[in-house]
Every structure is written in C-alpha cells, then in structure tokens.
C-alpha cells in the first residue's frame, strides 16, 4: 500500500520535472506563458489527450484557446504577469476520460514575471478512495496482523535466546538486518568486497541468505557468547557487550551498505490484491503466510522434537537440565542458530514490505522488547501473543493518533503494563524481581 | 599530515563541549549503574527534558532564561519519579528496557510533526541562549595558545560546564561518603540484605535515579547554551550508550571515573577522525578503502568496538575496582 502510493508520487513528481523542463525550453525568450500536458493514465502507462481545448482568461483582456496537441500539450502566450483563469472545455475531452473531480474544470492561476506557469488538470478515475472507518480498521488490522507475524519470528528468538542464556541482547536487531542484508547482496549480485556475478531470483536468494544467518548466529554463540559464558561474565556484563556489539555491526552495516533504502530487485512496486476491504500486495500475503508456517513449525519443534523439550527444560532451570543429562551448551549452540535464522526471516519479510535499511532491524528492536516484555519475559508463546498484540495496536491505534505516533502509542502501553502487569500476559508472577 | 593541527584539536576536544556534556551525563549514570546499579538506559531522556525544558520556555513561550532551566530541572525530577514508580520494583533488565522505550518516546513526541509549534520538529530549537552570553565575562575575541583556543563564547560555556562539572563530582563524593551512600552501595551489593535491615530499598532507588537524573540533564542545559541550539536526534540511544563508554571507560563508582573517560574518549575519538581524514587528503588512504563521510561511522564502530572490548577485559575501566561493578543481574 505504501510503496504503491511512494510509486504513484514519484511518477506525478516525474512528470512533473519534465513538464516544468519541457516548458522552460521554448517560451524562455517569448515572455509570461501558461502551458500544461492532459494524459490519461491507463493501467501504469499515461496516454496524452489531444484535442482538447483550454481557455485562459485573465487582465489585460486575454481570452484565448489553445488545443492540446499530440503529445498533449496545450501552451497560451499571455505576455504578461497576473492572476488568470485557467478551464478545461469539458465537452471536447474524447469518449471514456474525464476530469478526475469534474467540479475543478476552472482553476485560478498566479503566473509571476517572466514564468511559464505548469497547470495540472487530472484526468481519470480518483486513486484516492474515501473509507469508512470499519473499512479503514479492516485494513489496518490486516497490516497490523502482517507486522506483528513479522515481529513475532524476531521476538521468539529473542525470548529464546534469553530464556536458555539469561541474555537481554541489545544486538537481536542487527540479526534482522544481516538477513535482508544477505538477501538484497545476493539477489543484485553487489556483494561487498567481492567481484559482481549477476544476481540470483529473490527466493534462491532469501534461502542461502538464511543459511547465511544461521552462520551468523553459531558464529556469535561459538566465537562470542560461549566464551563469555565460559569466563562467567555476569549478566548486566553480557548485556552491555551486546550493545557494544549492536553499534559495531550497525555501522559496520552503514560503511558496506551505504545509508539509501533499497527495494530488492524481484519485488517493486508490485500490484494490490483486494479481500472484500482489505487491499495488500502479493508480497504481503505470501509473507504472512510463511511467517504462520515457520512459527507453527517452531511452536511444534519446541513441542514434540526432543531438542525442543530440552530447550524447554534449559529455559526452566539450566542445572537441573545439565544434572538430568542434557548437553545444556549444544542447546544454547541450537537455539543460537535458529533464534539468528528467525530474526534473519523477519529480516527478509520486513525488507519486502518496507525496503532494506542498515537500521531497519534497530528500528523496530524496541518494539521487540515491547513484544517480549508483553508477553512475558522468557517465555516462548508469550512473546507470540505479544508480538501480534503489538503488531495489531501500532497500526490500528493510526485511526486516532498520527502515524508518526504510532511507536509512541506502542512503549506507553508497554510501561502502562509494567505497571499492571509486570509478568506480561503469559509471565509467572515469581520470575520477576 | 599536518600534525600541529591533529593535536590542536585533540586537545581541544579533551576540555571542549562534547567531553563537558559527556562528563555530565555520565555522572549522572555514575550515581544510577556505579553506586546503586540501576540500569538507567534512558539517560539521553533526562538530557533531552532538560534541554527542551529551557529552549521551549525561551523560544516558544518568550520567557525568562532562567525560569527555562528551573523547568527544565523540573522536568527531570518528574520524569525520574515517572521512570521509577513502574519499574524500581523489577528485575534490572525491566528497568533497562522501560527506561530506553521512554527515552525513545521523549525523542519520537518533541519530533513529531504534530507538536512542530511547540517542540519545532526535527529541526529543533535555536536561539535562546541570550540571557546566558549577556553574562559573559570574557571579551570579544580569541584566546589562543598557539592555535589551540576557544572564542569569548566558547569560554563562558565551558567555564560554567567545568565548574557544574566540579560541584557535581563534589556531590557525589560527600553524598558517596555519608551514611546515605553506603546504604546505597548495599543496595548495589545485595538487595534482600539491605531490605532486612529495615531500609526501604525502593525510596533509596528512587532518591538515586532523581539524583542521577538531575545531574545528567546538566549536560543538556551545557549542550543546548553551547550549541545554541537543539534537535531531537541529538538524544538517541546512541547517546546513552556512548556516556555508558565514557563511565565504563574511566571507571565506574569512582568520583573521578566519568570525567576522566569523558575526556580520554573524545580525545581518541578526535585523533582517529582527524588522522584518518588528513590521511584520505593526503592521499595515504586509498578512498576505495574509507572516504571521508565513512571516517563518522568508523568512529561509531570503533566505539562499539571499545565498548565490547572494555565490557569483557576491564569492565572497572581505567580507575575501577573490579569488586564494585554491577555486573550481575538480580
């Protein structure tokens, strides 16, 4: 929705540089000039309207008619500087378009010494389609369901990785991006530091990109983490490296990657599918959809797999686990690798619906910890719920606040909470201080 | 490389405005994570408060100067008692995470398009320091030692900054002595003991985050004189996270700690900057490598970088005892 209305903006922009520079050209030495070009759009393509006549009324007695032409410019001369009365003679625009609002046929223009002055007339149907409110909360859930799903895959690592290590990481946003990172190099072949090889399709790219990330996640288990267990470094300690290391990586991410946002190259602006009020490009129902199997195989594996109870039984109390028998390091080793390819998921899903940033995962960190407070510190489903709880109320809380708000909204809630709740939804009361 | 120039700056930025603000701030988290081991992540808020206390006051309301910095005073005492009512009774890794959410929402509200007329959006306050330089003692001009110097302005701000620097360390060293702050560093130590002594551990938390607060968000006030001017991403996470560098760096629970780390960090972080950038000019850098807007991020990582590195080898930093870090979560 957002980039299809960035796409729609940036070509009226276009357009409109070129008609400015079009003008420019040929009235320069000729004096005051009022000029504009009619174009029908039709699916993504504008077709110029000939044919059609405009009226320029204004001081001095000027009242002439100008014809648009084949590329559908109209020009009147007016030689002079004023306010002057611009209208389209609606009767002569050809069968099938017209005026985008019919009432705005007539439009009173400024024209300044020495300017060729652009007038816009839209034609075509009105992009701009007035809601309900019910409409309106409809939609928004449905972006809010997608943007929860996706902080969701971030979040149960994050949980896991706290409840079997103790560790707040402050780095779990730098995990997101490296997977949307991964994905966006390969998929335009621009590896850093590395020679250009053409690029592969956005799905072969998105799955080495996560095996990428698992990389990423045993690396910082083997060659950081576990060591720092090894040595018994304190918690608060741990915390603090992982803010160390969160700032290394970001700007690391910002000296290979450049600060632009980027869209991957298989996905831009893609067409809107509508569900009864609901209108979501393909892209976002597809990530929907993978984000509900990985998080149901996830909730599965925790549930049944044998790895997945020990994972559980670390969580609960890491001595009893080790003194019952349970390889507690191999645990922590796998919970590493798949809370890293989880983030790195969440990473690639973000990036089809937002584009890839170096902070993108640092942007939404914060609602991370929101999500995983909610729900309950440590605890898996909590930070399930939590996350959709969260996801749901940043978008739908737009309808009342303004949208740059909206993360306001998000941490009030999360310190309103605290207050009441300070377990979370699913928390036990005794995990907390 | 003109090396005369490199260690000009250095030396200016080790008393410069950046190494005063840094210093204050990192007092403030002194008292919170030294003394009392709170993990206060939001302490740009207080920065932040405090700042916009004064120049709102000044350049949105046209009042006094004066009254601007008791409101912006005000406005952290407030803020501390809206950070600790929620969370003192949590587990530290709560405290850190609400404290950062509200520092983030202070940042995100004085931004917004939708308070502009108030808090000026992204492009901040300006212009409110008149009252401030009207008291300058020091006459127009430069004093220049060589071509290490600060103009009349620069003077008076970092006069005033380095006394509020003085009278802070000197708080928290009689407030560190006293009866009051041994009961505090008890807290730090074990929480449960203290509790059974018949203290009230959470009126002590709270005293100490009002303290901290206050004395951080001095480093707002010296920053928005100095610059003359504020704006909203000034206090970031980043900000936070590179007074915690400077306290861990010096030393954490020493008097003495956050100044000394305020002025060996930014005494570092102006050699390699201007090192690295007279090397790209001169042409012994490749700018293939690095080019002279990447020598800012550099500067990012390698605080990162310094900030792991400390964390895992001398968490007591340069003057710290190893014994009297909150290392621990409870």
């Known amino acids: 929705m957002r980039t299809r209305v ?18 420019a050209l040929p009235a320069a030495a000729e004096g005051e ?44 001369e007016v030689n002079r500087a004023g306010t002057f009365t611009v209208t389209l003679d609606q009767d002569t625009l050809p069968k099938g378009v017209t005026l985008r609002n019919p009432d705005a046929d007539s439009l009173k223009v400024p024209v300044a010494e020495g300017q060729d002055k652009p007038v816009l007339f839209a034609l075509g149907k009105s992009t701009r389609q007035v809601q309900s409110k019910w409409e309106q909360a409809a939609q928004l859930t449905a972006e809010g369901l997608r943007f929860g799903l996706i902080i969701a895959l971030a979040a149960v690592g994050l949980s896991l990785i706290f409840g079997t290590t103790g560790l707040t990481n402050f780095a779990h946003g730098e995990l997101v991006t490296i997977g949307a990172l991964f994905t966006w190099w390969l998929s335009t072949g621009n590896l850093p530091f590395l020679p250009d090889f053409g690029g ?24 950081l983490w576990r060591p720092l267990r090894r040595r018994g470094t304190g918690l608060i300690a741990a915390m603090i490296v992982s803010i160390g290391l969160g700032i290394f990586l970001r700007y690391f991410y910002l000296y290979v990657f450049t600060g632009n946002t980027r869209q991957y190259p298989d996905y831009q602006g893609q067409k809107g599918l509508s569900f009864g009020p609901i209108q979501l490009a393909l892209p976002d129902y597809l990530s929907m959809a993978v984000a509900v199997v990985v998080l149901m195989a996830t909730i599965l594996a925790l549930q049944r797999t044998r790895v997945g109870k020990a994972t559980r039984a670390v969580a609960d109390n890491p001595a009893l686990a080790a003194a019952s028998g349970i390889d507690v390091d191999r645990v922590i080793r796998v919970v590493w690798v798949g809370g890293a390819m989880l983030a790195g998921l969440a990473g690639i899903l973000l990036g089809l619906a937002q584009g890839v940033n170096f902070q993108m995962g640092f942007q939404i960190l914060l609602l991370i910890f929101a999500a995983v407070t909610l729900g309950g510190l440590g605890t898996a489903y909590g930070a399930l719920v939590g996350s959709i709880v969260v996801g749901l109320f940043i978008t739908v809380s737009t309808l009342w606040i303004p949208v740059e708000l909206k993360n306001v909204g998000a941490l009030g809630i999360l310190i309103v909470i605290l207050l009441v709740r300070p377990q979370g939804i699913l928390g036990r009361a005794q995990r907390v201080g | 490389m003109d090396w005369t120039r490199i260690f000009a700056n250095a030396l200016e930025a080790s008393i410069g405005l950046q190494a005063v603000v840094f210093a204050l701030a990192a007092i403030g988290l002194n008292v919170h994570f030294g003394y009392t081991g709170l993990l206060n992540f939001g302490q740009s808020g207080f920065l932040a408060v405090a700042a916009y206390g004064m120049a709102v006051t000044v350049q949105t309301f046209d009042l006094s100067l004066w009254l601007g910095i008791a409101i912006g005073l005000a406005a952290a005492v407030l803020l501390a008692l809206l950070l600790g009512i929620p969370t003192l009774r949590l587990r530290a890794d ?24 108030t808090f000026g959006g992204s492009d901040g306050r300006q212009s409110f320091s008149a009252d401030f330089y009207a008291l300058n003692p020091f ?52 929480e449960d003991a203290v509790r059974s002594l018949g203290k009230n551990v959470y009126a002590y938390k709270m005293q100490s985050l009002i303290i901290g607060g206050v004395l951080g968000c001095l480093g707002g006030f010296i920053y928005g004189l100095g610059q003359n001017s504020i704006q909203p991403d000034i206090f970031g996470t980043d900000t936070t996270f590179f007074a915690y560098t400077v306290l861990i ?40 490598v690095i080019n002279n807007t990447q020598v800012g991020q550099f500067r990012f990582m390698l605080v990162g970088l310094l900030l792991m590195l400390l964390m895992i080898f001398r968490p007591q930093g340069i003057f710290g005892d190893r014994r009297e870090i909150a290392l621990d979560a409870r």
């Open chain 2, 139 to 190: 006459s127009e001009g430069e004093y220049n030692i060589g071509r290490f110097g600060f103009n009349e302005r620069q003077m008076w701000v970092l006069t005033v900054g380095w006394i509020l620097v003085g009278l802070s360390c000197l708080v928290v060293f009689l407030l560190m002595r006293s009866p009051w702050g041994r009961v505090l560093k008890a807290i730090r130590e074990d």
């Open chain 2, 249 to 288: 760096l010096g030393g954490a629970a020493r008097v003495a700690g956050p100044v000394v780390g305020a002025v060996i960090f930014w005494v570092v972080l102006s050699l390699t900057d201007n090192v690295l950038n007279e090397a790209i000019d001169a042409g012994y850098i490749s700018s293939s």
């Open chain 1, 200 to 223: 592969l399709q956005f799905f072969p790219a998105a799955a080495i990109a996560l095996l990428l990330c698992a990389g990423v996640g045993w690396a910082n288990d083997a060659w």
């Open chain 1, 6 to 23: 960035a796409v729609f903006l940036a070509t009226l922009m276009a357009a409109l540089v070129v008609m400015v520079g079009l003008g």
């Open chain 1, 33 to 76: 000039s009022v000029f504009g070009f009619l174009k029908n759009p039709k699916g993504k393509e504008l077709v110029p309207v000939p044919g059609v006549e405009v009226t320029v009324k204004g001081p001095g007695g000027v009242n002439e008619t100008a014809t648009s032409d084949e590329q559908g410019r109209w020009t009147v």
């Open chain 2, 94 to 117: 709560y405290l850190a995470i609400v404290t950062i959410a509200a520092a983030e929402i202070i940042r995100l509200t004085v931004r917004s398009v939708t308070f502009e007329e």
